[in-house]
Each structure stands twice: as C-alpha cells, then as structure tokens.
Nanobody, 123 residues
Framework: QVQLVESGGGVVQAGGSLRLSCAAAGLTFSSYAMGWFRQAPGKERELVAAIGRNDNSIYDDSVKSRFAISRDNAKNTVYLQMNGLKPEDTAVYSC?????????????????WGQGTQVTVSS
C-alpha cells in the first residue's frame, strides 16, 4: 500500500521560510516522479513544483526563484524549500507520485496523493 505523508507546514510571517517534507512508503521511490501541489480555499488545486527521477524539475511561474524541490532517494523523501513566502502562498500543500520510466517531471497524471499539510502565511 502506497503512503505519502507530508510534514513541515505551519504558520509563518510574510517573507519567512518553510521546508516541507513528503515521506513515501510502499513504492520503489526512485522509479517515481514526484510533485507538490497546493489548493487554497475556493480555488482549484495547482501544481507548485515537480521533480523527475533524475532531478529534472519544473515550477509554477508564481514560485520560481522562491521555491526549490529536491529529493533524497535513500530516504524515500521529497522536499519543498519555500523562501520569501507571501500571503497568497497560503494553501494546503500535498505531494503526489507518478510511476515513470522516463527522466521527465510531470504536471499531471499522478496516481498517489498525500493528505496534505497546511501552510499559512500572515501579512
């Protein structure tokens, strides 16, 4: 059974930083592309960042230069370092996994999802 468990969310002032972690179990982590998504109240879920099997990464334009996605295959964990946080970054952040044989990162097609962690940025 695949499990994705996020941690690291919380309340932070604008301009602050948080590091989210997503620990994966029940899958061969190195064979999966991973993504971080967020959903704010009343809005659709959106991709924040994604990373492929070989660290190829993509970002939403709104977080480029502020957020960084990384993975540690030895720890079955994907991270999202968030710097320069803004109130509009407030959302529930979830990680997701997609099996792939390629080195690509993906915006869609994720099969497994975590429960999410709340990030609140105060102004």
């Amino acid at each position: 059974q695949v499990q994705l468990v996020e941690s690291g969310g919380g309340v932070v002032q604008a301009g602050g930083s948080l590091r989210l972690s997503c620990a994966a179990a029940g899958l061969t982590f190195s064979s999966y592309a991973m993504g971080w998504f967020r959903q704010a109240p009343g809005k659709e879920r959106e991709l924040v960042a994604a990373i492929g099997r070989n660290d190829n990464s993509i970002y939403d334009d709104s977080v480029k230069s502020r957020f960084a996605i990384s993975r540690d295959n030895a720890k079955n964990t994907v991270y999202l370092q968030m710097n320069g946080l803004k109130p509009e970054d407030t959302a529930v952040y979830s990680c997701a996994a997609r099996w792939t044989i390629t080195a690509m990162s993906f915006r869609t097609g994720y099969a497994y999802w975590g429960q999410g962690t709340q990030v609140t940025v105060s102004s």
